[in-house]
């Protein structure tokens, strides 16, 4: 069984010191590939990958069914996957917001979710901006923000 780490998404996600690998201090995103998926825990109707690439290796992943609580993981994404991230384009804000949407309709509909991966790059004014909000919110909007509290909000 995983050994459960309790971290908040603004240390994962936002490069934090205690939740990732050293790295220079820069206002430009991480390589991120975050994966939404059905969850493979039944109390939860999706959950997400979130792994740190490092060219086309994972340098960390975390699993999270809500937007606070991150385990980390062994991360088996395929070379192909990965590799497409690292030297393909990033996903676009906009191809974000209409996930966002498709998700928000298919939880309405009583629709499983779609698996979908996203690759996040090179975006500027990461904390500076607020663009790790920006970007993340849509793909995390609809999980619940903590164990306790599985109703979306």
């Not at 969850?39 to 490092?54: A, C, F, G, I, K």
């Not at 088996?76 to 309709?105: H, K, Y």
């Amino acid at each position: 069984m995983l050994k459960r780490t309790v971290l908040t998404l603004s240390l994962i996600l936002g490069m934090g010191a205690a939740a990732t690998p050293a790295v220079a201090q820069s206002d430009t995103s991480p390589v991120l590939l975050l994966e939404s998926v059905p969850s493979d825990n039944p109390e939860y109707r999706r959950m997400m990958v979130v792994s740190y690439l490092s060219g086309d290796s994972i340098r960390v992943s975390y699993k999270a069914y809500n937007r606070s609580e991150f385990a980390r993981i062994t991360n088996t994404t395929p070379r192909d996957v990965l590799a497409q991230c690292a030297g393909g384009s990033a996903t676009s804000f906009r191809e974000i917001q209409a996930f966002e949407r498709a998700e928000a309709r298919r939880k309405r509909n009583g629709q499983p979710p779609e698996a979908t991966k996203f690759c996040i790059k090179n975006v500027s004014g990461w904390e500076s901006r607020g663009n790790r909000k920006k970007y993340l919110d849509p793909i995390f909007n609809g999980m619940p923000y903590a164990a306790t509290l599985n109703d979306g909000r």
